[in-house]
T-cell receptor, first 116, second 111 residues
Framework: GQQVMQIPQYQHVQEGEDFTTYCNSS?????IQWYKQRPGGHPVFLIQLVKSGEVKKQKRLTFQFGEAKKNSSLHITATQTTDVGTYFCAGREVNAGGTSYGKLTFGQGTILTVHP | NAGVTQTPKFQVLKTGQSMTLQCAQD?????MSWYRQDPGMGLRLIHY???????DQGEVPNGYNVSRSTTEDFPLRLLSAAPSQTSVYFCASKGQYTEAFFGQGTRLTVV
């Protein structure tokens, strides 16, 4: 079945440093979504990428979707303590049939710690 | 608009007990899912549903049952709780072209 791998599992940075997490799928994705989970909270949607090679920005966050639609990345410039949390990517397999069109597979997440 | 409501927030069970985790959404979403979250394992899909009366297994379905009698509700049943089911459980709902909305989570401990 579809697998979504995310690296690194943990990342510790000093405030002001940059941070990147990478997401790789074993199958081609119809789209990819990114979520953030604050400590003790629930995952909250950040953004969705649909097109091959798409790049989107949200303030200090830059999201990319690979040309083959099998990988993605999230880059945070000049991290702040408010960026602390776990970042998940999630994707749905392209041409998923039957009930699988409702199935969203999450990566393991990258836990970001920011030291002030 | 409440979104996704999960109950209870916390629960302690003894091994062998049964219980139902409740999940309700008021967004008329077709898709609902249950995930468990364990340290280092991310979000693992237990069961999901694409509409009332239609459910399917995810990655880790053993020990859990679900049903979807209405669009709004998607309960998760543990028939005989085991310590390995100690985890944080999240319910999520999603429209066909929307993102997933998560409930607040249920922290379950099985002793």
């Amino acid at each position: 079945g579809q697998q979504v791998m995310q690296i690194p599992q943990y990342q510790h940075v000093q405030e002001g440093e940059d941070f990147t997490t990478y997401c790789n799928s074993s199958t081609t994705l119809s789209n990819i979504q990114w979520y953030k989970q604050r400590p003790g909270g629930h995952p909250v949607f950040l953004i969705q990428l649909v097109k091959s090679g798409e790049v989107k920005k949200q303030k200090r966050l830059t999201f990319q979707f690979g040309e083959a639609k099998k990988n993605s990345s999230l880059h945070i410039t000049a991290t702040q303590t408010t960026d602390v949390g776990t970042y998940f990517c999630a994707g749905r397999e392209v041409n998923a049939g039957g009930t699988s069109y409702g199935k969203l597979t999450f990566g393991q997440g990258t836990i970001l710690t920011v030291h002030p | 608009n409440a979104g996704v409501t999960q109950t209870p927030k916390f629960q302690v069970l003894k091994t062998g007990q049964s219980m139902t985790l409740q999940c309700a959404q008021d967004m008329n979403h077709e898709y609902m899912s249950w995930y468990r979250q364990d340290p280092g394992m991310g979000l693992r899909l237990i069961h999901y549903s694409v509409g009332a009366g239609i459910t399917d297994q995810g990655e880790v379905p053993n020990g859990y049952n679900v049903s979807r009698s209405t669009t709004e509700d998607f309960p998760l049943r543990l028939l005989s709780a085991a310590p390995s089911q100690t985890s944080v459980y999240f319910c999520a709902s999603k429209g066909q072209y929307t993102e997933a909305f998560f409930g607040q989570g249920t922290r379950l401990t099985v002793v």
